[in-house]
């Protein structure tokens, strides 16, 4: 499925730039207050309703966003204004090209972003190039859009050359084309998912056909087998349970879709239950291993396992800290941790278990601690005041100079 995300920001930037050299370079407000040098609108055209509606009011949103956010640029106020392309809930060409000569024929609108479909695109540049419109798309995919290929006249009826008939460019995009997004589906298939047989469909407009087309050349070039390709005219089509069950005949271990879900992508992706069980369309598949109850993981992981904690031989009564009790000291389970390989087996511990012995294992630790420290003991020993400093009978002779005193603090002989 095509999803497709607005760098709103950087668009919006890119407008600034285009502002400022429209205005010459004028300065910003004078003296900073809030009058402004006037208005300029930045427009978008995105499919706001029907089966698109998931890309387009994303996308409207954070253009709108972003504009708000800037505010103003040298001085002039910036403001949004959105328009819708689509009719009959599916986006339309013709519908987009009104929508461009409406945005032409308001002077206050400098350029806008979009559209989101390529075919859309195909119909607006011509008509905005002539008027010297500014467009930015970051969804368009064609490559023909941008991209000058042998094919592109006979496959979308125009070149890019064609598209701009003042000679002048005017479109720019920041998608990766075509070119690059069909290929990398068919490398992620064959060098990831390991498949090889795929069956292949487009909603036959110029986005899905070109990538499906795209991925097909690829697959085959890197020795894979499109078992079968078909395009749908998807605003009549709503079943394709037949292109399923044929997919699934001929072999098919994978289904790529080039459409998107405003041409009903989802539905097919719906209805392969039953018919074809893939795992998931291929262009968002991961790769899955099957698992089975005979092939543990090898994974290793942490156990639990519970032991009852043998009562201690030890008498009560040898601890001087401890008062004696006639009380039976209750059982109590510790949890012990070990690192081994997960087996195969259900565990046999329950969640309560677990939940109570892990409560309790702090508990534990600290009685334990508290049972491994000495036992403070009582000294019987009587205390005597110290004898007071230099009221000896017997004089004590100074460590430096060798003379001492006598108990009534008069000089004495010298040692020697």
């Known amino acids: 499925m095509q999803r497709r995300w607005y760098t709103a920001g950087a668009i919006i930037a890119g407008f600034a730039m285009l502002a400022t050299a429209c205005t010459g370079g004028a300065g910003s407000t004078a003296g900073g207050g809030g009058t402004t040098k006037g208005e300029i609108i930045i427009a978008s055209d995105q499919p706001t309703s029907g089966g698109d509606a998931s890309d387009g009011l994303p996308a409207q949103n954070g253009i709108q966003f972003a504009v708000e956010s800037a505010g103003s640029i040298k001085g002039f106020k910036l403001t949004f204004k959105g328009w819708d392309d689509t009719v009959n809930g599916t986006h339309d060409p013709q519908k987009g090209a009104q ?48 991209q000058t290929f042998a094919y592109c006249e006979a496959d979308t009826g125009t070149t890019p050359a064609k598209l701009r008939p003042n000679g002048v460019n005017n479109y720019f995009r920041v998608a990766a084309a075509d070119t690059f997004q069909g290929p990398a589906a068919a490398d992620f298939v064959v060098d990831t998912l390991k498949l090889t047989k795929v069956a292949v469909w487009s909603d036959n407009e110029t986005f899905g056909k070109g990538v499906a087309d795209k991925f097909t050349a690829e697959i085959t070039k890197k020795g894979g ?38 041409t009903k992508i989802c539905i097919p992706r ?22 089975t109850s005979t092939a543990p993981s090898p994974r290793r992981t942490r156990t639990r396992t519970l032991t009852p904690r043998r009562p201690s031989t030890r008498s009560r009564s040898a601890s001087p800290r401890r008062k004696t009790s006639a009380r039976t000291p209750s059982r109590r389970w510790t949890a012990r941790t070990s690192l081994s390989t997960r087996s195969a087996g259900p565990s046999t511990l329950t969640a309560a278990t677990c939940r109570a012995a892990s409560r309790s294992a702090p508990r534990l630790r600290r009685q334990r601690a508290s049972r491994a420290r000495p036992a403070p003991t009582r000294s019987t020993r009587t205390e005597t005041p110290p004898r007071p400093r230099w009221r000896s009978s017997k004089p004590r002779a100074h460590p430096l100079t060798g003379y001492s005193l006598s108990s009534s603090g008069s000089a004495a002989s010298r040692h020697t």
């Open 270 to 291: 719906a209805q392969m239950k039953g018919i074809l069980d893939a795992p998931r369309s291929a262009s968002r598949t991961r790769p899955t291993t099957p698992r």
């Open 99 to 146: 929508n461009i000569q409406e945005m032409i024929s308001d002077a206050k609108i400098l350029g806008m972003i979009g559209p989101n479909n390529s075919n859309v695109a195909r119909a607006m540049i011509p008509i905005a190039n002539r008027a010297s419109f500014t467009m930015i798309s970051a969804a368009n995919t064609n490559e023909c859009l941008t």
């Open 225 to 262: 087998t499109v078992v079968l390709r078909q395009d749908f005219d998807t605003k009549t089509t709503n079943d394709w349970k037949p292109f399923l069950t044929d997919a699934k005949n001929k072999g098919a271990q994978a289904v790529y879709a080039g459409a998107t879900s405003g």
